[in-house]
């Protein structure tokens, strides 16, 4: 079966970096998604990663090895703002998106 | 740019009524279109698949008939709950992906409504 695994929650503080993990398994795999939801909200695109290695943006990045069925969402000096849930979705081979079920993150002064 | 927009927001109504919720792509053209709902503290659910000129897609356990999906253009698809009732109370959100550039394209989402039966 397909499936996305990342943490349920994770913890950090104000001006610190954090890393989410996520494990992906999918018949074919066409490329990585990270979204971030803010409570309440709908999600909002962060990253997309098909070829292995990091791609940074501002103060987030996103790592993607293939042969390991692993990517990570790397965000650096950590504000309160970026207090939300990170959704890490796998494309398969249809083009068909397999949602994980988010990481929260709580960002503490 | 990419810039999907849902309409309305929230809905408060009576158990047994209909409600249309309306999603649209303002500055680009979408041929698919994707209907979520999520429950509080709960991922994102994929109801359907929503498709230009054809019939919608359904997620295995979601009724077609129940969750009416219509998308007659290229930038609007709309989700019809027929007589809802308070267990469909939930936040739905729409998305769409940018055609051009092919089905690795992100999917641009709606700001949600949020749908509460009483």
């Known amino acids: 079966g397909q499936n996305i695994d990342q943490p349920t929650e994770m913890t950090a503080t104000e001006g610190a970096i954090v890393q989410i993990n996520c494990t992906y398994q999918t018949s074919g795999f066409n490329g990585l998604f990270w979204y971030q939801q803010h409570a309440g909200e709908a999600p909002t695109f962060l990253s997309y990663n098909v070829l292995d290695g990091l791609e940074e943006k501002g103060r987030f990045s996103s790592f993607l090895s293939r042969s390991k069925g692993y990517s990570y969402l790397l965000l650096k000096e950590l504000q309160m703002k970026d207090s939300a849930s990170y959704l890490c979705?796998?494309?398969?081979?249809?083009?068909?998106?397999?949602w994980g079920a988010g990481t929260k993150l709580i960002i503490k002064p | 740019g990419a810039v999907v927009s849902q309409h309305p927001s929230w809905v408060i109504c009576k158990s047994g009524t209909s409600v249309k919720i309306e999603c649209r792509s303002l500055?680009?053209?979408?041929?698919?279109m994707f209907w979520y709902r999520q429950f509080p503290k709960q991922s994102l659910m994929l109801m359907a698949t929503s498709n230009e000129g054809s019939k919608a897609t359904y997620e295995q356990g979601v009724e077609k008939d129940k969750f009416l999906i219509n998308h007659a253009s290229l930038t609007l698809s709309t989700l019809t709950v027929t007589s809802a009732h308070p267990e469909d109370s939930s936040f739905y959100i729409c998305s769409a992906r940018v055609e051009a550039g092919g089905e690795s394209q992100p999917q641009h989402f709606g700001d949600g409504t949020r749908l509460s039966i009483l």
């Open positions: 500055d680009f053209q979408a041929t698919t």
């Open positions: 979705a796998g494309l398969d081979s249809n083009y068909q998106l397999i």
